[in-house]
């Protein structure tokens, strides 16, 4: 089983960044897909889910609005669309696969400074 997230970098506030995570090893189609991120010297957060089942996605409070969370069964991927990113959104992103069990990837690191 393996999950691997890319496309993090270095983005001024305002810009636009989308991560991608890569997924093979079990039957992606069939997991439910979060994002989480934690910052330095935070608590791991939650961000975005989209379902196995009808594909509906769901937002926390802070990236709603902002975020977009996408999947391709095809190419067994799943993306995050980040707009109009602040400075709070710097921090390690990571991808979470969950049906009976939970599989997370390394992350990928954002960082939102001029």
């Known amino acids: 089983v393996q999950l691997v997230e890319s496309g993090g970098g270095l983005v001024q506030p305002g810009g636009s960044l989308t991560l991608s995570c890569a997924a093979s090893?079990?039957?992606?189609?069939?997991?439910?897909m979060r994002w989480y991120r934690q910052a330095p010297g935070k608590a791991r957060e939650w961000i975005a889910v989209?379902?196995?089942?009808?594909?509906?996605?769901n937002y926390a409070d802070s990236v709603k609005g902002r975020f977009t969370i996408s999947r391709d069964n095809a190419k067994n991927t799943v993306l995050l669309q980040m707009n109009s990113l602040k400075p709070e959104d710097t921090a390690v992103y990571y991808c979470n696969a969950h049906r009976y069990v939970g599989y997370w990837g390394k992350g990928t690191l954002v960082t939102v400074s001029s």
């Open positions: 989209i379902t196995s089942t009808d594909g509906s996605t």
């Open positions: 090893g079990f039957t992606f189609s069939s997991y439910t």
